[in-house]
């Protein structure tokens, strides 16, 4: 598997955007509704991607974008498109773990 620069440079800024928000919260000590938030803010941002690559896609059609832009935004959706799916099949088979342990 090939990691191009631009997936990488997309992964390192969706990582480095998880940390700023939750850094200051989890000093302040409210761990269940920090955590909520954070959640909350996660999906927000990936919505967000995912819209921003629509968008460019669109605007190259168009001729309103430049290639270099969209490419990179399609890989930053695609980015995150995956870690989503990723967190998810995680919560899943923790939920199926939990649900199969004796009483």
Request: aromatic share 4%; hydrophobic share 45%.
């Amino acid at each position: 598997m090939t990691v191009t620069p631009s997936v990488a440079s997309a992964a390192y800024q969706a990582i480095s955007k998880i940390g700023t928000g939750s850094a200051s919260a989890g000093a302040a000590g409210g761990a269940a509704g920090d955590f909520s938030q954070f959640l909350s803010q996660a999906m927000d941002n990936a919505v967000s991607t995912m819209k921003q690559g629509e968008q460019m896609a669109a605007g190259q059609v168009t001729g309103q974008s430049d290639i270099v832009g969209v490419v990179n935004a399609v890989n930053a959706a695609e980015l995150t498109l995956d870690t989503v799916v990723a967190v998810r099949d995680k919560v899943l088979s923790a939920y199926q773990n939990i649900m199969q342990m004796p009483i």
